[in-house]
């Protein structure tokens, strides 16, 4: 869908106003303009090849179809502070110590065993069962943006299942290993959808190439170690844990659910808007849970007890 005009030109302040503040706001508002993206048309095509290879899944349960079940155990969450600091001063010279605070200490979480969706939640996906389609960028295998908290939420709940945990989420992103990125230490082009040189937002990265200004059709870069896509990048994925300041110093080391209360949900794994830095496994973001924005999506999650073997 084509935005009003007024929305486009809101849409340019919030960047103007990105400028002067800076890039490093753990909650960034920053919107986008607004054109229609390239491919705005509907591609079932990419929906089929996406699925060819799954023939095993004829005889386990429609729920848990394009899921990876995550085997339960103890894992490494958070990163140092400074490791944080760090790898953002690789692109920009603004960077403050912060930002980053909420990712440490790293320390050992157990999970137990769950299923998390291969991708980002498609338009297609929550149209058919909400009736409702609110992204600006449109295309029926592109990530449904423009989704609050809510809308998630209740989304994989009307599926039979639900938002991962941030625990889960960052232990899914990480796919087995425990580097910066889901494929590694060093950020690379074409590993993910961020703000590279097509990007129009003043936090492109211009060393960076991966052929989309925008959202990408979920599943166009590649797999990490458990086959999931698009954990670094393309759009942020709400998680169901709410925010709170100092939780991972204090979290409880089995199947931690975040605090009981707060003010803002977490968002995970940066998207088509940010920097690198932003696009690690073990950043942590928050926003208002009532807020609707062209970068934020999701993808659901489901306990692997839930389902009989
Ligand atoms: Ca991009
Ligand atoms: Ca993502």
Redesign the pocket.
């Known amino acids: 869908m084509v935005p009003p005009k007024d929305q486009t030109s809101i849409s340019l302040s919030f960047v103007s106003l990105y400028l002067v503040l800076g890039l490093l706001l753990p909650c960034s508002k920053v919107s986008a303009q607004s054109p229609l993206p390239k491919n705005s048309t509907s591609k079932p095509e990419a929906v089929s090849s996406i699925n060819e290879n799954k023939t095993e899944q004829k005889e386990v349960s429609p729920l848990i179809k394009d899921m990876v079940l995550i085997p339960g155990g103890n894992y490494k969450v958070g990163l140092a502070p400074e490791k944080g600091l760090r790898e953002c001063q690789k692109y920009f010279d603004r960077c403050k110590m912060f930002t980053f605070l909420e990712e440490g200490p790293e320390h050992t979480a157990f999970v137990d065993s769950y299923y998390i969706d291969k991708y980002e939640v498609t338009q297609k996906q929550f149209e058919e069962v909400t009736g409702k389609n609110p992204s600006e960028f449109l295309g029926e295998n592109y990530p449904v943006e423009r989704v609050h908290w809510k809308q998630a939420s209740n989304f994989c709940e009307q599926i039979g299942k639900r938002l991962p945990t941030e625990t889960e989420w960052e232990i899914a992103a990480k796919g087995g290993q425990n580097h910066l990125y889901p494929w590694g230490d060093v950020m690379l082009s074409g590993k993910a959808?961020?703000?590279?040189k097509?990007?129009v937002v003043v936090t492109h990265t211009g060393q960076f190439e991966?052929?989309?200004?925008y959202t990408?059709p979920v599943g166009s870069y590649p797999p990490n170690g458990y086959g999931l896509y698009d954990m670094a990048g393309n759009v942020w994925e709400w998680v169901n844990d709410w925010y709170g300041e100092g939780y991972y110093q204090e979290a409880p080391s089995k199947n931690p659910h975040g605090p009981h209360f707060g003010f803002s949900k977490i968002v995970r794994g940066g998207s088509?808007i940010n920097a690198p830095d932003f696009l690690r496994s073990t950043f942590r973001n928050w926003s208002d849970p009532a807020s609707q924005t062209n970068y934020f999506g999701f993808r659901c999650a489901l306990s692997a007890s839930k389902i009989s073997q």
């Open positions: 959808n961020l703000c590279d097509n990007c991966d052929n989309t200004k990408a088509w």
